[in-house]
Nanobody
């Protein structure tokens, strides 16, 4: 069974920073591309960032140059460093892995950017 657990969300002022973590149970983590998505109230879930097993990354235009995705295979964890946060970054953030054409999601962590 694939288990993903996100943490690190919270309330932050505009311009602030947060680092999200997604811990994956088991040793399979290192063999798969990992992704971050987010869902704002009343909106569809959207792609944020992805990182391959080789460390290549890709970002949504809305977060490019502000967010950084990274992974630590020794800890089975993927991170999302979020800087220069804006109110429009407010959302529930989810990590996702696709294994054998099936998507597995964590429970999400709330990020609120507000003064």
């Amino acid at each position: 069974q694939v288990q993903l657990v996100e943490s690190g969300g919270g309330l932050v002022l505009p311009g602030g920073s947060l680092r999200l973590s997604c811990a994956a149970a088991g040793s399979i983590f290192r063999f798969y591309t990992m992704n971050w998505y987010r869902q704002a109230p009343g909106k569809q879930r959207e792609f944020v960032a992805t990182i391959t097993i080789g460390g290549s990354t890709r970002y949504a235009d809305s977060v490019k140059d502000r967010f950084t995705i990274s992974r630590d295979n020794t800890k089975n964890t993927v991170y999302l460093q979020m800087n220069s946060l804006k109110p429009e970054d407010t959302a529930v953030y989810y990590c996702k892995v696709q294994i054998a054409a099936k998507d597995y999601w964590g429970q999400g962590t709330q990020v609120t950017v507000s003064s």
